[in-house]
C-alpha cells in the first residue's frame, strides 16, 4: 500500500522503505523490549514504533506528537533487533525516524533544540566538556556531594543527573598532543589504538587506565592517538545524523593512518564506530574509508585472549550493556572473561541483558521510565546481593551505582577492565 | 451507534482513562497480527483483572460494539484483528504467574502471561509447560488457549487442549464463570473444551489452570540432511512406522534453510534440499537405541548427513533456526501468507507435490517449514502487497493448497485457528448442520455475532472491512458457504 506522498519533513534522511518493509510485523520483538514488558501497551513496543514510521510512510498519519512521544520513549536498546528473525534494522530506522523530529518536532521543539545545543557545544568539544566536567569532577568526591544527597534538595531533574556522576572520580584521560615516536615502528599484532571518546575520558579516566594495563598484559600495546574525539552516538541516537557524520570523519580521518585494532571499551561507542560504514554508506568520498576503519574496531572484551588472568573475589554480577550484547551481539566474551579468574564467582541475575534505563541521554530526558527500569535491577539486585556489579559502558555504570544505592546493599560497581586489572595486579603482587 | 466519544468514555469508566487508547494513530498499532489481515479497532482497553474485563465486555454490549480479544497479537489466522472495528480487548496488563504448584503439578496463570515465560518459571521445579508454539517467547498463554495453539513438541504431549485443566472467562455476555478446575473433571459437558480453541469467540480468559509436565531426563536432537523434500517426507512416516514417537520431528525446505541461517547462523546446511529436525527424550538408555534407528531410517532414504548436536548450545541453536525461520522469510519478501493444514501422514508425500505444482503454476516462491510428525504442514507463500493483484493472486495459490489437505482427508488448521480468511473453507469439510450447531454453542455464550466477529464459523455480515474478503470467497469456489 505505499503511497507517493511520504509525510517526512525531512525526506533525505527518512527511514527507507526497505528497511520499514523488513518488518513482517510477527510480534517476536514484543517481549524483549523494555517498555513494552513495563507498559503492556503495543504503542510503546518496536513493532509499533516501526509500524507508526509506516503510516508516515506511506502518508497515512501526519507525525503527530504522539508519535513523537512514543518514539522519544523508545531506548534504543536494540534488544529487539537482537531477538528480529527478518533482520530489521530498528537502530536505524529509529535514528532516522528521530532525525524528522528536529524539523516536525511538534512537541517540545524548545527542549530538542537545547539538547542538540549541549550534544553539539559540550559533548563533542573536548575542551568545553573539560571545562564543564571539573566542577563535577570535585563534586562527585566531595563532602559537599554528601550534604547535598542528606539535604533532599536532589528533586527531579537536577536529582537524576546528580545520580549520574560516579562515586570515585580518578583523573580524566585525554588523548595525547603529539604522536607518540614509537607509533610507527609497531606491528599490527601486537598495538593498537585506545579510543578516549568524550565523557569516558573526563569521569571515567581510571576504565582507560586500568584498559591500557589489561591489554599490556596481554601483550598489546595500546596508544591514545591524537585527533580523535567524541564518536557521535549520542548525536546519531537523537537523529542529529548530520552531526554524528562530521564526528565520524574526523575519527576516521585521525586513526585512519594508525595500525591494528581500535579499541574501546564503551559498548555505546564501539556499536556506533562499528556502524560508521553504514552512517556514511551515502557519501562516496567517505563511504570505503569508513567500511575499512569500521572493521577495526573492536570492544575491549573481544581481543584479550592472552590475557593471564588472577584472582578476584566475591560474587559478580555481569549486566550486558545494551550496545554490546544486542547492537554488537557480545555475550560470551565478557563472562568468559571473568569466567577464568580465580575466586571469581558469577551470578546471573534474571533479565541481565534487559536496558538498566541508563540510554546515553535518556535518564536524564526520560527519568520516569528510566527509574522503574532502574528500580528493576535494584530489586534483582537486591534479591542476588553481589559484591560487584560489573557493566562495560560509563551510562550503564552511572545507573547502576544509583541502583546499588537503591538495593542497599554494599555492591561495588566496575568496569569489566577494572576487574581484569585488579585481578591481575593481585595476581602479580602474590607472585612477588 | 454510538460515537466515538460515547465509547471511549464508557471504557474509561471501567478500566481507567490511563488504560484505554483513542488516539487514531495508536489504534494502527492495533490494526494487525502475524498475519496479512488488516482492520482498525476503534479504541483499545486494557484491563487489569477479570472484574474489569467484565465491566468492558458489559459496556460494549450495552453500547452495540463489537469486541474483539488481544493477547500479543502474534497470531497467524487473523484471530486478534477486529474485523468489524469496535474495542479490542488486549489482555497485555493481565500478566502474572499466580501460583506454581511442583506437587500438584500446575500453575495457575494471567492470560498475558508469555508462553516461555511460564516454562521459564516452573524450570527451577524442574517442570516446563508443554506447547510450545515457534512465537513462544511473546505469545500469550491467553492466545494459546483461544487458539488452541501448538507447537514442536506437540507431537509426543498433544496441544494446548491436552495442557488445560481449568479457566476462568468472562464470557461473551460479560458473566463471570470458570469452566474446569484444578483438576480434570471428567462428568457432565466439557465446556473447557469447548471453549479451548473457540479464537475468542465465546469469551475472555482471565485465568487459566495449566498442567505442568517434567523436564525429560534426556534429550537428543539430530538434524538429517536431504536432496528434496520427497526424501524427508517418506522419512517422517518410515521413523513413526518403526514404532516410537519422536518429543518433535520437525521440516524444512531450502527456502527456510537459508532464511533461518541467514537470521542466526544456526549451522544449517547451506546446500540442502530439505532437513528434518528430530528431537528424542526419555532415558539414555531408551533414546540412544532409537536414536539409531533414526539415523539407520534416514540413511536408507537418502540422507547425506545425519548429524548429532553435540551439546545445550547446539541444540538450543537448531532450535533457535526453526523457531524463527518462519518471521526469518521476510528476509526473502516483505509479506507471506501462512496456511496451516494438516494431512494424514501417508499422505506428505503427495500433498508436498501439489505445493510444489501450486507455485510453479502461479509462480510464486512457496516455502515449507512444518511438523512433520504432525501432518500440520505451514506453506508460506512469499510475495510483496505492494504488488498491484499480488494478494488476490496469493490468496488463490493458498486456496488451492488448502483444497488439496482437504481432498487428502486432512483438515484447515493444525494450530494457528481458522480465523478471518480461511473460515469459507469451512463448508468443505462441515455441512451447514455443523456449522449451525457451532453458531449455537456461540449464543450459548452470549455472543450474538459482535464478540470476535467474522472469525471461526462462514457466517455473519457487515465484514467487508476486511480488503482482501471477497478475493478469499471468490478463491473458495462456487460452493462456499458465505
Known amino acids: 500500500m505505499a503511497s507517493d506522498s511520504p509525510l517526512w519533513p525531512l525526506l533525505s534522511e527518512a527511514p527507507t522503505a526497505e528497511d520499514l518493509a523488513r518488518c513482517v510485523h510477527c510480534g517476536l520483538c514484543l517481549s524483549s523490549c523494555p517498555t513494552y514488558i513495563v507498559t503492556g501497551l503495543e504503542v510503546e ?9 509506516k503510516l508516515v510512510n506511506e502518508g497515512r498519519s501526519e507525525l503527530t506528537p504522539a508519535i513523537q512521544q512514543h518514539w522519544e520513549l523508545c531506548l534504543q536498546c536494540r534488544a529487539c533487533e537482537a531477538v528480529c528473525p527478518s533482520g530489521v534494522p530498528y537502530g536505524r530506522i529509529q535514528e532516522h525516524a528521530r532525525a524528522q523530529l528536529d524539523h516536525a518536532a511538534p512537541k517540545q521543539r524548545g527542549q530538542r533544540r537545547v539538547r542538540k545545543f549541549l550534544l553539539r557545544n559540550v559533548i563533542a568539544r573536548p575542551r568545553v566538556l573539560a571545562a564543564a566536567m571539573a566542577p563535577a569532577r570535585w563534586y562527585a568526591n566531595s563532602f559537599a556531594r554528601r550534604l547535598a544527597r542528606r539535604s533532599g534538595l536532589l528533586r527531579g531533574r537536577l536529582g537524576a543527573m546528580e545520580s549520574q556522576l560516579p562515586r570515585n572520580v580518578g583523573r580524566p584521560y585525554r588523548p595525547a598532543n603529539t604522536a607518540s615516536p614509537s607509533a ?29 594495563r589489561v591489554y599490556a598484559r596481554a601483550g598489546i600495546d595500546l596508544r591514545a592517538t591524537p585527533g580523535q574525539g567524541c564518536c557521535g552516538a549520542l548525536h546519531a541516537h537523537d537523529g542529529d545524523l548530520e552531526f554524528a557524520r562530521k564526528l565520524a570523519r574526523k575519527n576516521i580521518a585521525a586513526l585512519e593512518t594508525t595500525t591494528g585494532p581500535i579499541v574501546v571499551n564503551s559498548a555505546g561507542c564501539g556499536a556506533a564506530m562499528k556502524e560508521y560504514g553504514d552512517l556514511l554508506s551515502g557519501d562516496p568520498k567517505w563511504a570505503s574509508r569508513a567500511a575499512a576503519f569500521a572493521v577495526r574496531v573492536k570492544d575491549s572484551s573481544e581481543l584479550l585472549n592472552d590475557f593471564p588472568g588472577g584472582s578476584f573475589e566475591g560474587r559478580v554480577a555481569y549486566q550486558d550493556a545494551c550496545h554490546l550484547a544486542h547492537a554488537q551481539r557480545i555475550r560470551e566474551q565478557p563472562r568468559t572473561l571473568l569466567g577464568t579468574l580465580a575466586g571469581c564467582s558469577l551470578v546471573e541475575t534474571p533479565g541481565a541483558d534487559v536496558c538498566c534505563g541508563a540510554a546515553g541521554i535518556y535518564s536524564l530526558v526520560q527519568s520516569e521510565m528510566s527509574g522503574v527500569l532502574r528500580q528493576r535491577k535494584a530489586d534483582q539486585f537486591a534479591a542476588a546481593r553481589p559484591d560487584v556489579v560489573v557493566t562495560a559502558n560509563p551510562g550503564c555504570h552511572l545507573q547502576y551505582e544509583a541502583a546499588v544505592r537503591q538495593a542497599g546493599i554494599p555492591a561495588r560497581v566496575m568496569h569489566l577492565m577494572e576487574v581484569l586489572d585488579e585481578a591481575a595486579s593481585s595476581n602479580s603482587q602474590q607472585q612477588d | 451507534m454510538p460515537t466515538r466519544r460515547e465509547v ?6 471501567a478500566v481507567g482513562p490511563a488504560n484505554v487508547m483513542w488516539r487514531p494513530e495508536d489504534l494502527a498499532v492495533y490494526e494487525f497480527d502475524g498475519t496479512i489481515e488488516r482492520s482498525t479497532p476503534h479504541a483499545v482497553a486494557l484491563p487489569a483483572n477479570a472484574a474489569e474485563t467484565a465491566a468492558v465486555v458489559r459496556a460494549c454490549n450495552r453500547l452495540g460494539v463489537p469486541v474483539t480479544p488481544r493477547g500479543a497479537g502474534t497470531g497467524l489466522s487473523g484471530g486478534s484483528v477486529p474485523a468489524r472495528r469496535g474495542v479490542v480487548i488486549s489482555t497485555a496488563r493481565m500478566r502474572s504467574i499466580l501460583e506454581i504448584d511442583p506437587v500438584d503439578r500446575i500453575a495457575i496463570v494471567e492470560p498475558g502471561v508469555p508462553n516461555l515465560d511460564l516454562s521459564k518459571a516452573a524450570a527451577p521445579y524442574g517442570l516446563f509447560y508443554a506447547p510450545d508454539p515457534s512465537s513462544q517467547q511473546a505469545c500469550t498463554i491467553g492466545g494459546n488457549v483461544a487458539e488452541n495453539a501448538g507447537g514442536p513438541h506437540c507431537l509426543a504431549l498433544g496441544v494446548t487442549q491436552n495442557h488445560v485443566l481449568g479457566i476462568e472467562v468472562v464470557t461473551a455476555s460479560g458473566e463471570l464463570t470458570w469452566l474446569g478446575g484444578r483438576v480434570p473433571d471428567a462428568l457432565g459437558f466439557d465446556l473447557r473444551g469447548a471453549f479451548i480453541g473457540s479464537e475468542g469467540t465465546l469469551g475472555i ?20 540432511v536431504f536432496d528434496s523434500v520427497q526424501q524427508a517426507s517418506e522419512t517422517v512416516s518410515a521413523i513413526i512406522s518403526a514404532g516410537m514417537i519422536p518429543a518433535a520431528m520437525e521440516m524444512m525446505d531450502r527456502l527456510c534453510l537459508q532464511a533461518a541461517e541467514a537470521g542466526f547462523q544456526c549451522g544449517y546446511p547451506p546446500d540442502a534440499g530439505a532437513v528434518l529436525l528430530v528431537e528424542l527424550d526419555g532415558l539414555p538408555d531408551i533414546i ?5 534407528t533414526v ?4 540413511l536408507e532414504r537418502g540422507a547425506k548427513e545425519v548429524r548429532l548436536a553435540s551439546g545445550q548450545r547446539e541444540r538450543e541453536m537448531l532450535w533457535k533456526g526453526r523457531k524463527g525461520a518462519i518471521p526469518a522469510l521476510g528476509r526473502l519478501a516483505p509479506n507471506y501468507y501462512i496456511l496451516d493444514g494438516v494431512v494424514p501422514r501417508s499422505k506428505l508425500v503427495e500433498v508436498m507435490e501439489t505445493v510444489s505444482t501450486v507455485s510453479e503454476r502461479f509462480d510464486i516462491p512457496i516455502a515449507n517449514v512444518f511438523h512433520a510428525g504432525d501432518g500440520n504442514l505451514h506453506p508460506l507463500v512469499l510475495f510483496d502487497e505492494r504488488t498491484p493483484g499480488a494478494k488476490s493472486r496469493v ?4 486456496g488451492e493448497i488448502m483444497r488439496a489437505c482437504v481432498d487428502a482427508g486432512g483438515a484447515l488448521s493444525g494450530e494457528h485457528g481458522i480465523g478471518a480468511e480461511k473460515r469459507m473453507f469451512m ?6 448442520t455443523d456449522i449451525e450447531n457451532m453458531a449455537r454453542l456461540r449464543t450459548v455464550f452470549g455472543n450474538t455475532g459482535d464478540f470476535n466477529p467474522c472469525k471461526l464459523l462462514p457466517t455473519g455480515t457487515g465484514c467487508g472491512e476486511m480488503a482482501h474478503q471477497a478475493a478469499a470467497i471468490a478463491a473458495a469456489g462456487p460452493d462456499a458457504y458465505v
Not at chain 2, 210 to 221: E, F, K
Open chain 1, 45 to 53: 513496543s518496536p513493532r509499533g514504533r516501526i509500524h507508526m514510521a
Open chain 1, 184 to 212: 610507527a615502528a609497531t606491528d599490527e599484532t601486537s598495538s593498537g589504538v585506545l579510543f578516549t571518546g568524550c565523557v569516558m575520558g573526563e569521569l571515567f579516566g581510571n576504565v582507560h587506565r586500568a584498559t591500557e
Open chain 2, 8 to 13: 471511549v468514555a464508557a471504557l474509561a469508566e
Open chain 2, 205 to 224: 480468559a482471565t485465568k487459566v489452570i495449566v498442567r505442568l509436565v517434567p523436564s525429560p531426563a534426556s534429550v537428543i536432537t539430530l538434524l538429517a
Open chain 2, 288 to 292: 540412544d537405541g532409537q536414536a539409531a
Open chain 2, 295 to 298: 539415523r539407520a531410517e534416514c
Open chain 2, 395 to 398: 490468496l488463490e495459490a493458498g
Open chain 2, 427 to 432: 463448508p468443505w469439510l462441515y455441512n451447514e
